[in-house]
């Protein structure tokens, strides 16, 4: 129950960062909400602490009549949930104007491989159905759910996706030629950042806000079509 609500509330903040009139707004009430996290003692003052914050995180103003675009991030588990390692991903994107949609997190995983075993969820079945034309055998980590992901990215209408992995992993590095080719099959912008502790900040960000750009303008052109 924990685990699920503290992932309802960064799937708000990210919703509410994307929409918020002051973005900034929302750093502010998560970093509260991150504060006290480690004052509170108990299953009883966690809840309470999470059902306060998803309710200041609805109650943040939002633009009128605004479209963002979605963006699914997708890839290795860890380089997807962990801020530090992705150098805050969602944040910079929500700051940009993107609702951002992570394809794992502990919820999802705790629901496949815990919850559901040994038949795995629903979901996640789905992702390897998706997946089989492009990779029919297992190459480790994440791979076929990083492929099965971006394609139910696409199906379900987002505007692009951003495959997340360590420097040298080599599953996701062997499914990043299949992401090339889902892209043209499918005309679904895919980009891939490589991440380590090497990777720029500066740098970074550019090449997600030439990302954005690039999606903005596909949807612009699609509007006009």
């Known amino acids: 129950k924990l685990i699920h609500k503290a992932d309802r509330i960064t799937d708000l903040a990210n919703?509410?960062?994307?929409?918020?009139k002051d973005s900034s707004r929302v750093d502010l009430i998560i970093n509260n909400y991150y504060r006290k996290v480690e004052?509170?003692?108990?299953?009883?003052?966690?809840?309470?602490?999470?059902?306060?914050t998803m309710d200041s995180l609805n109650k943040v103003e939002r633009k009128e009549n605004y479209q963002p675009i979605r963006i699914g991030l997708i890839g290795e588990i860890y380089t997807l949930i962990e801020p530090f390692v992705n150098l805050d991903i969602e944040k910079?994107?929500?700051?940009?104007?993107v609702v951002v949609e992570k394809s794992l997190t502990p919820t999802i995983w705790l629901d496949h491989h815990v919850l559901k075993f040994p038949f795995g969820s629903r979901d996640e079945r789905e992702k390897h159905?998706?997946?089989?034309?492009y990779l029919e055998t297992l190459v480790g980590g994440h791979g076929r759910e990083t492929v099965g992901s971006a394609i139910s990215y696409a199906n379900r209408g987002f505007d692009g996706a951003i495959q997340l992995l360590p420097l040298n992993c080599m599953p996701e590095i062997a499914v990043k030629p299949i992401l090339g080719k889902i892209n043209g099959d499918l005309e679904f912008p895919i980009m891939t950042l490589i991440l380590d502790?090497?990777?720029?900040?500066?740098?970074?960000?550019?090449?997600?806000?030439?990302?954005?750009?690039?999606?903005?303008?596909?949807?612009?052109?699609d509007s006009v079509v």
């Not at 919703?15 to 918020?20: D, G, I, M, N």
């Not at 509170?40 to 003052?45: A, K, L, N, R, S």
């Not at 159905?129 to 034309?133: D, G, N, V």
Request: proline share 2%; charged share 40%.
């Open 39 to 52: 004052q509170v003692f108990g299953e009883e003052e966690m809840i309470d602490l999470m059902d306060k």
């Open 129 to 133: 159905r998706l997946a089989k034309p």
């Open 15 to 20: 919703e509410a960062r994307a929409y918020a």
């Open 197 to 221: 502790e090497m990777t720029g900040e500066a740098g970074y960000i550019t090449r997600l806000e030439a990302f954005v750009d690039l999606v903005n303008r596909r949807r612009e052109e």
């Open 92 to 97: 910079k994107l929500g700051h940009m104007g």
